[in-house]
């Protein structure tokens, strides 16, 4: 009697992830040197495609997507309230072809106003089949380390209406490189949507998309035009909403302690513009905590008081943490590290797991990965 791995269920993917099977049929050399399969489990195509679809089935979530770029967001953890999930990131179409493993965030938002917003960071490369070597593993800070944060915010959901003018959606999606020597890294790409776009008069909407390797390459038009939609409507909602708090956060809200986005500078200083407004936001502890107040808002989450983080109860006991702290690094810069924290239990019985995901010097935007994780009970 021979076995195939459709007749184990959800643990056939993981047999074939391990090597155990191969092209669906039992592996007998995998029992001899099983370390030889372990080893490429990454680097095999088929078995990192395995490797994934296991954890996608045995996580029992929300299914695996590709971007437009080809990367597969796996997920893992989803919350319903707020809708927030946490993937892994698979990019096996990297340009200098090894396999690029990252962590990210994706938040939709309903009701009164929708939205989705996502954040990508890179923290690993391995080796491929048929690649190079992989000299240090660590990417965020890295050549090809790139963080991605896109945000697009809907306005008006219902059918177009002949003639009538309209905007359907905004968005604003930002690339952005961490590493800063030689060779030296593509310049940020910086991109602007506008979707159902329809003039008045128009018998249809259109969608327009700008993105350039650099500010100075859009059209600067568009880019007023997206950033003071943002700003018109959050300064028109109220402080509660999902839009105030986003429009809050980038710096496109009147009268709070956070420093305008810098819009007519985008032209003639580029990423620096971004670089000076970041330094001098998160520098600020008032700006700075003002900044989380936003964050737990767009959440639906209760404001921090000062110096705390933002909590979301998970249920059970169980909460997570996200924290912004800012100390003076090495070079004597002022550095950024957004912190991620699992708490159980309370103040009599309690655990608790902490990780630094990433520290980035202000000034030279110097990165690294991880630089610190702990466990505390």
Do not use: C
């Not at 810069?333 to 912190?339: C, H, K, S, V, Y």
Request: no cysteine; glycine share 12%.
């Amino acid at each position: 009697m021979s076995f195939a791995t459709d007749d184990l269920g959800v643990l056939g993917n993981l047999a074939e992830a391990l090597g155990i099977f191969e092209d669906g049929e039992p592996n007998p050399a995998w029992f001899g040197a099983p370390e030889a399969s372990l080893k490429k489990m990454l680097s095999n195509p088929e078995q990192r495609q395995a490797l994934i679809a296991f954890v996608d089935e045995a996580m029992g979530g929300a299914d695996r997507s590709t971007d437009p770029r080809g990367v597969v967001w796996l997920p893992i953890v989803h919350i319903d309230d707020p809708d927030l999930t946490v993937s892994i990131t698979v990019d096996d179409q990297a340009a200098d072809n090894t396999l690029h493993i990252g962590i990210a965030l994706s938040v939709h938002t309903s009701g009164a106003v929708e939205s989705n917003s996502s954040l990508a960071v890179p923290l690993f490369r391995a080796k491929k089949d048929g690649g190079p070597n992989v000299g240090s593993p660590l990417l965020l800070g890295a050549k090809g380390g790139r963080i991605r944060l896109a945000t697009e915010i809907v306005i008006d959901s219902g059918a177009p209406v002949p003639g009538q003018a309209r905007l359907g959606a905004i968005g604003i999606e930002v690339d952005l490189p961490t590493y800063g020597g030689l060779p030296k890294e593509p310049d940020p790409v910086f991109g602007l949507s506008l979707t159902g776009f329809q003039l008045p008069g128009a018998t249809s909407p259109r969608d327009i998309r700008v993105a350039a390797d650099g500010v100075d390459e859009l059209d600067d038009a568009l880019l007023d035009l997206v950033l003071a939609l943002v700003k018109s409507q959050a300064d028109s909602q109220p402080a509660n909403s999902v839009i105030a708090a986003i429009g809050g956060m980038l710096g496109l809200k009147s009268g709070d302690a956070i420093p305008d986005f810098p819009i007519t500078l985008l032209p003639t200083q580029g990423v620096q513009a971004i670089a000076n407004w970041l330094h001098g936001l998160m520098t600020q502890a008032a700006s700075r905590n003002q900044w989380l107040g936003y964050l737990a808002r767009l959440f639906g989450v209760a404001p921090p008081a000062p110096g705390q983080p933002v909590g979301f109860a998970l249920g059970g006991g169980a909460a997570l943490q996200l924290n912004l702290r800012v100390d003076t690094g090495p070079t004597g810069n002022a550095r950024l590290t957004p912190t991620l924290g699992l708490v159980l239990g309370d103040a009599s019985k309690r655990v608790e797991a902490r990780a630094d995901l990433f520290d980035v010097d202000l000034v030279t935007g110097a990165a690294r990965a991880l630089p610190q994780f702990g466990v505390w009970a």
